[in-house]
């Protein structure tokens, strides 16, 4: 009696969870354009869930970006990566927006913003905090740009609508922001997985993916599936807009066995602490190997994402042996434009295979802290790094350490270290680690240092090995030269560049005075804005000072001239 009660608890709360209503007029849009997405919110991204939309901004920046509602400025950052120049706004309703990606902030708010990088003589301000009274911002007042700063790939402007309370984010479209989609998803492929030893697919014990066939807009059937166990179903699946090519994720995916539902999650909201565990939603080992995401239609343990609602059988399938089973799964679209893939299902008997047991000498027990060593090479592992037991493969090799392949998703991060005692002093400071499981695109990660040691904090398995960076940066002028009359510019340009470790620092002066320089990392180019300050007498001295991820500096001086 008490399970049943309890099961009308949890069925009336995830009911009135789902059926929570949001205001479709509080928020206006965010630019006075066309609203067309170039992403979805809770698209599969790598490691994490997409926690905004990207809004097309006519493929270029300045855009002006309006206060969706009454409000205050209470976050501002601007950083190299990430978000780059991001403003966060506080509404009376509770709710929080954000805005990413901006190439420049409103004059009042840039003004403030550009104060406080001159004091910590920085590019970088981390996060700043006015006070509530200091940008108050009324519905439809310009608060930014839209640009192409952090880790975007192309002007837009990323937009997120959080619960100020609980900083969970949740998905713009359910305030009113209409989006034109008459498409139905597409479903590209099917994945069968057995779910324990004894579980068959198609007389074998290996996941495998599946022929289907399109028949139909939104209609789609896949070969019949021989199966005995318990097994579970997964789909590579995307959307696509009206007005826009790019593969957008989904809104919601389910599951009928028999015409009953036995599969639901959504994107309606979700929690930053969450975000990790779409490495337990998607197979992960597949888009280690093939950078193809499944999405599961069955929830493994140790995921705690809250997406689901009323799975049956954590969404496993059990097949019993001469039976037939009518599956249908169904993608949709935040318009609910669905596409339905029908796969057919005949239990059989079982067939005895010998199983082949995964054993190496690195034997992971997850609930425990792990330590291996090899060759001056020590990888250490916290407590619950990993969601399950398993084996690693670990091996040193004409210098590199071979940590497994990147298949197995990682909860925490662990360190890796490497044995430097044999290196000359010179060696020590040019050294740092690179991971090579790409060959070709040698990347260098956060090194630090001691000793006779140096180690990284990673949470991707892979390849990686110690490289050595002896070259200074680059510097190139881009909009002067040495000696030049540049009266009518209103800005100074250079380029930099790093070949080996990377950028880490740069430095610029004006006749012995720090200037800021606006940083794309992308173009590698820094910018100088002369109206940041009146500059006294015609003849200036330029000087930029470029640093590398391990100290190699690079120093030029050039004169130029400029009427007052």
């Known amino acids: 009696m008490k399970h049943y009660y309890t099961l009308i608890l949890l069925f009336v709360v995830s009911l009135g969870f789902a059926q929570k209503k949001y205001s479709k007029s509080y928020f206006a849009k965010p630019m006075g354009i066309p609203v067309v997405v170039a992403g979805t919110f809770g698209e599969l991204r790598s490691n994490h869930f997409h926690s905004g939309i990207d809004l097309k901004t006519q493929q270029k920046e300045g855009i002006p970006i309006l206060a969706p509602a009454n409000g205050y400025v209470f976050r501002i950052k601007v950083a190299q990566y990430g978000f780059g120049k991001v403003l966060y706004v506080k509404h009376p309703s509770g709710h929080t927006t954000v805005f ?63 619960d100020s309370k609980t900083d969970r984010i949740i998905n713009p479209l359910h305030f009113g922001l209409e989006v034109k989609d008459t498409r139905h998803p597409i479903i590209e492929k099917l994945m069968a997985f057995p779910l324990d030893s004894a579980a068959r697919v198609n007389n074998s014990n290996l996941k495998s993916v599946i022929p289907i066939k399109k028949l139909e807009n939104g209609k789609y059937v896949s070969e019949r599936i021989l199966a005995n166990g318990t097994i579970g179903l997964g789909v590579s699946t995307f959307d696509r807009q009206d007005g826009a090519m790019n593969r957008n994720g989904i809104y919601s995916l389910e599951m009928h066995v028999n015409g009953q539902r036995v599969y639901y999650h959504d994107v309606e ?155 000359t002093a010179t060696e020590k400071q040019q050294v740092y680690i690179a991971n090579v499981t790409k060959k070709k695109y040698p990347k260098h990660v956060s090194t630090k240092k001691k000793e ?64 800021l320089m606006e940083y794309n990392h992308k173009k590698g180019i820094l910018t100088y804005d002369f109206s940041d300050k009146k500059l006294v007498g015609s003849k200036h001295i330029f000087k930029i000072v470029v640093s590398d991820n391990v100290g190699n500096t690079e120093t030029i001086s050039k004169t130029f001239y400029r009427k007052p």
Request: charge should be positive.
């Open 100 to 162: 990413a990606h901006l190439q420049r902030f409103a004059p009042k708010i840039q003004k403030y913003v550009k104060s406080i990088q001159y004091k910590k003589k920085s590019y970088y301000t981390g996060n700043l905090f006015p006070d509530e009274e200091k940008f108050p911002v009324k519905k439809g007042e310009i608060i930014g740009y839209s640009g192409d700063t952090g880790s975007s790939g192309g002007p837009h402007l990323h937009y997120e609508i959080r």
């Open 269 to 423: 909201t979700f929690s930053f602490a969450e975000s990790k565990y779409i490495n337990l939603l998607i197979d992960y080992d597949h888009y280690g190997k093939y950078k193809k995401r499944f999405q599961k239609t069955h929830r493994v343990s140790k995921n705690k994402l809250s997406l689901y609602e009323n799975l049956v059988n954590e969404g496993r399938l059990t097949i019993e042996p001469f039976s037939s089973y009518n599956i249908e799964i169904i993608a949709k679209d935040f318009n609910g434009n669905a596409s339905t893939l029908r796969i057919p299902i005949k239990g059989v008997a079982q067939n005895k295979i010998e199983t082949q047991k995964d054993t190496t000498n690195y034997k992971i027990t997850a609930a425990n802290f792990n330590k291996f060593e090899q060759d001056g090479v020590s990888i250490a592992f916290p407590k619950k790094s990993f969601y399950h037991d398993c084996y690693l493969d670990f091996e040193v090799k004409d210098g590199i350490a071979k940590i497994h392949e990147p298949t197995i998703p990682l909860d925490k991060r662990f360190t890796l270290t490497f044995n430097t005692s044999h290196l």
């Open 452 to 515: 006779n040691k140096v180690y990284t904090n990673q949470k991707t398995l892979g390849s990686y090995t110690l490289k050595f960076d002896s070259i200074k940066p680059k510097i190139s002028l881009i909009n002067f030269a040495d000696q030049q009359w540049i009266t009518k510019n209103k800005t100074l340009k250079v380029k930099i560049k790093d070949e080996e470790s990377g950028i880490k620092d740069f430095r610029g002066y004006i006749d012995n005075e720090w200037i």
